[in-house]
């Protein structure tokens, strides 16, 4: 089945560093691609849509300035969580499609811990 | 309203028993994709089976099934012969058009434990 890798899996940061989390789709191109957060034993939260060549759509109440979202090629996308705060702690997964096939793969996540 | 309602928080269920997980939708879009993962304690998000909201017929996949009753907006998960590997969390999540731009959403999750 296709393959979408996060990496870092886990990164410690001092507070005001940012940190950059990388999703790929493996063995296909991904024209869209999505951003989660996940709180400890929270559901998924929709953080914002990564779109190929162009800006990313974000969900309400997510700091656009805080999160940078980059999409720069149709096999990655970036997120990037500027000046990073204790309060930015969490699990942040990606997932990507090979197209509206009914499939939605997710990687693996990254576990961000902001000191 | 929620868009996807998972009402058990948590279900215990003994080995080698069936289990059935609930999952109810609301949508007023007729093009729906339903979605179930499986997340174990390592975080990950595992694809367990699609229904789309077209499909004549209940999809299975090996141990999983979907019961998918449209009128009702439910899309149960059944899990046969549960195993303890089947200890996690589960959600269901709902995809819908958006502008072309396909948006998913999470239910809150129901926490599985299998009992030897």
């Known amino acids: 089945g296709a393959v979408v890798s996060q990496h870092p899996s886990r990164v410690i940061c001092k507070s005001g560093t940012s940190v950059k989390i990388e999703c790929r789709s493996l063995?296909?191109?991904?024209?869209?691609m999505f951003w989660y957060r996940q709180f400890p034993k929270k559901s998924l939260m929709l953080m914002a849509t990564s779109n190929e060549g162009s800006k990313a759509t974000y969900e309400q109440g997510v700091e656009k300035d805080k999160f940078l979202i980059n999409h720069a090629s149709l096999t990655l996308s970036t997120l990037t969580v500027t000046s990073a705060q204790p309060e930015d702690s969490s699990f942040y997964i990606c997932s990507a499609s090979p197209g509206f096939t009914g499939e939605l793969f997710f990687g693996e996540g990254s576990r961000l811990t902001v000191l | 309203a929620q868009k996807i309602t998972q009402t058990q928080p948590g279900m215990f269920v003994q080995e080698k028993e069936a289990v059935t997980l609930d999952c109810t939708y609301d949508t007023s879009d007729p093009s729906y994709g339903l979605f179930w993962y499986k997340q174990p304690s390592s975080g990950e998000m595992i694809f367990l089976i699609y229904?789309?909201?077209?499909?004549?017929q209940n999809a299975t996949e090996g141990r999983y099934s979907l019961n998918f009753q449209k009128a009702r907006k439910s899309a149960n998960l059944v899990i046969s012969a549960s195993q303890l590997g089947d200890s996690a969390m589960y959600f269901c999540a709902m995809r819908e058009p958006n502008f072309g731009n396909e948006k998913l959403t999470f239910g809150t999750g129901t926490r599985l434990t299998i009992i030897p």
């Open positions: 063995d296909f191109q991904a024209t869209t």
């Open positions: 229904q789309g909201s077209y499909d004549q």
